[in-house]
């Protein structure tokens, strides 16, 4: 889920490439490694902790480890790059995260996220403007079931 922070909405990043440079220009060595880190947690529609990714890098080459993941999860959040939400185990989880701004619809069986445009906020703002109340930033997520699991 993305919110209108400013360091996201400055940190967009809209493709794999983009991202891959924006994390170069963070200071943060793109390697080969990083480079399959990056490019199987984008294609992943689903929030992933950095174990289940770690495993599902497991027996390419080269070698990842376990703790380049995590950093390179933490670097993408604060890129704007990635989302995360905590497991009810406490567990931190990330979601591949980038581009225009937009929420998530999160299917409650198979985990899997669609992104949503964002609509509607204008009402919100108004009701929120009559409390005097000037709306700067908003989250919103959808849990359900997915067309797949409903059918
Ligand atoms: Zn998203
Ligand atoms: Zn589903
Ligand atoms: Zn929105």
Do not use: N
Not at 20 to 26: A, K, V
Not at 140 to 149: I, V
């Amino acid at each position: 889920m993305r919110t209108s922070t400013p360091a996201k909405v400055h940190g967009v990043a809209a493709d794999l490439d983009s991202v891959l440079g924006e994390l170069s220009r963070s200071g943060c060595r793109v390697t080969q490694q990083r480079r399959s880190i990056v490019a199987e947690f984008a294609q992943l529609r689903r929030y992933v902790t950095p174990q289940e990714l770690h495993a599902r890098l497991a027996g390419r080459r080269p070698r990842t480890g376990l703790a380049t993941v995590y950093r390179t999860l933490e670097v993408l959040e604060r890129l704007g790059a990635a989302t995360r939400a905590l497991r009810p185990t406490g567990e931190a989880s990330y979601l591949f995260c980038a581009g225009a701004h937009h929420h998530h619809a999160v299917c409650v069986r198979c985990g899997k996220v669609d992104d949503v445009p964002c609509g509607s906020v204008d009402r919100f703002a108004r009701t929120l403007a009559a409390r005097r109340f000037r709306l700067t930033q908003h989250r919103l997520e959808f849990f359900g079931l997915c067309a797949r699991c409903s059918a």
